[in-house]
């Protein structure tokens, strides 16, 4: 949270919520508008934890926003558990009615979006009735689907004509975080903050539950009875959350399923508003890892991008850095790299394991990929693609522009699968210097792009990404695993079942010998320390 005051939070299921009461969130809005920040809110019950618990995509969105009220009395009950005496229940519908109440002599603008057809108007009327002096500047009504780029483009041109200060948002959950997510740069106001179904109530379109039960944490019931389409979600979320605080309140784990995970530009995250983790340096079994996050990687290769600076970059899973151990020449040159990112996750293990490196995920070549194109777009840094063959090259710079429509793509050469002449190398590095490329991503397989890389980093002075696979994944032309294999570090296994002629004895051998050699590796540091 730039230039806001701290704000006191706590951790449910490993999603953040903050501290907070109603005079607090207003003060907190008042502030992110008083500095012209651009950030994002949310309402937070037990729904939107139960939904990011399943989703470390969505976990990861909400812990970036700079408030998440407690929108839930269960929320507040563990706030107050944790120690946080002063927390009351923060809820969407209060938080847009005092929000508005204040705001109507502050001369704070508002824009609506969402909910069904006509209830953002009438929520519009119904709060220039009840606060004098409130400005209201605009209201927009969704289809129920994603918005199409021209439909987006209107939107953004409405919202740049009205110039509010707070951008309402009313759909489902989780489709309201992402898109404050996805749009937080293009919609140009401070404060986006979803809501739910806060309109509906605000508009007088839907009833709210009395008093005594929304204190009582009970207002699940009374929704469940009006709308009877919610069983799902009560009958199935909340014993499961009971289920889970209470292993996380005795200190043990408590399970976690990822799915619903969004893809492509969804997964690209604009610039992140939490602090990134960069670590430095550290050895994992010769070869010097980067211990860093996905937006620590991504501001250093943007940083050197924009400076026009060598920079090579790779982002490294088991066979990657076994490759190092087998080849001293090789690692020598993995070591001169400027970034070495733990794509797999027993790279990220083994950075735990030898160093006590605590990291959230790994940084897995794909994902960086997008996030380095939704950086990229953001900035106008124009982008080059080398390697692969011309038709995986042609879908995937198909698929990117759909990602991210303003992604420059200065160019694309396919790989020859042999090594360049020198004749060859050179007009290569014309080709990519005359495109105006300030950043290359560079899919040549492994070892062979980290050898482009180290050759061609300072013949082409900008970054050199080598991202593996990520070239097919985003063609289309490669299936990656589904996340919960991801996460546990068995993609090997999905590969392997793909790609079994391919890829046996790299998985085969290698692994075994890997984690052979990281318990030699611990055993050895722990004989150390005890010496």
């Known amino acids: 949270m730039q230039n806001l005051k701290s704000i006191p939070a706590f951790h449910v299921l490993g999603v953040k919520t903050h501290a907070i009461n109603m005079a607090e969130a207003v003060q907190a809005f008042e502030e992110a508008i008083e500095q012209k920040l651009k950030v994002y809110s949310h309402a937070l019950g037990v729904a939107g934890v139960m939904e990011a618990h399943r989703n470390s995509y969505l976990r990861e969105v909400l812990n970036e926003s700079f408030l998440n009220t407690p929108d839930g009395m269960p929320l507040v009950w563990l706030g107050r558990h944790f120690g946080f005496s002063g927390i009351e229940r923060v809820y969407g519908p209060d938080l847009l009615r005092e929000v508005c109440r204040y705001s109507a002599d502050k001369g704070w603008r508002h824009f609506f979006y969402g909910a069904g057809e006509g209830v953002a108007p009438l929520l519009k009327q119904r709060m220039e009735e009840r606060f004098p002096g409130i400005q209201v500047v605009g209201t927009y009504t969704p289809p129920f689907r994603d918005l199409t780029e021209e439909e987006l483009a209107e939107l953004c041109r409405q919202v740049d004509a009205a110039r509010p200060d707070i951008f309402w948002i009313s759909l489902s959950t989780p489709r309201q975080i992402y898109f404050m997510r996805q749009q937080l740069e293009r919609i140009n106001a401070h404060v986006l903050c979803a809501v739910g179904y806060a309109f509906d109530v605000n508009a007088g379109v839907k009833s709210e539950a009395p008093g005594w039960i929304r204190r009582s944490g009970l207002q699940w019931l009374h929704r469940l009875c009006k709308e009877p389409r919610l069983w799902r979600r009560y009958f199935k979320d909340n014993p499961a959350f009971l289920f889970n605080i209470a292993c996380q309140l005795l200190g043990r784990s408590y399970p976690t399923s990822d799915k619903s995970l969004p893809t492509g530009a969804e997964r690209a995250a604009v610039p992140s508003q939490a602090k990134a983790i960069d670590l430095g340096k550290f050895d994992v079994l010769g070869v010097d890892v980067n211990a860093v996050d996905y937006a620590a990687a ?83 840094v124009p982008v080059f ?34 090594t360049l002449t020198a004749m060859e190398e050179q007009e290569l590095v014309t080709l990519i210097r005359t495109s105006g490329a300030r950043l290359t991503f560079v899919g040549l397989g492994c070892p062979r792009q980290e050898i482009f890389a180290y050759q061609f980093r300072e013949r082409l002075r900008m970054p050199l990404l080598a991202v593996g696979a990520a070239f097919d994944f985003h063609a289309g032309g490669l299936a990656q695993a589904p996340e919960f294999l991801q996460r546990h570090g068995w993609e090997w296994a999905y590969r392997l079942y793909r790609e079994p002629r391919r890829l046996w004895r790299r998985y085969l051998l290698l692994n075994p010998y890997y984690l052979w050699l990281i318990l030699r590796q611990v055993v050895r540091n722990k004989m150390h320390l005890k010496s």
Request: overall charge positive.
């Open 385 to 418: 693609f080398y390697g692969s063959t011309a038709e995986v090259l042609s879908a995937l710079v198909q698929n990117l522009k759909k990602m991210f429509p303003a992604l420059i793509i200065a160019g694309t050469e396919p790989s020859k699968f042999r």
């Open 298 to 380: 991504v501001h250093r290769i943007m940083k050197a991008a924009q400076s026009a600076s060598p920079y090579a970059v790779s982002a490294l899973a088991v066979h990657g850095v076994m490759t190092g151990v087998m080849d001293q020449e090789h690692a020598k040159r993995l070591n001169s790299f400027d970034l070495i990112t733990p794509d797999g996750q027993p790279v990220r293990w083994g950075l735990h394991w030898l160093h006590g490196v605590e990291l959230p995920d790994r940084v897995y070549g794909p994902t960086l990929t997008l996030k380095v194109c939704a950086a990229s777009a953001e900035q106008g």
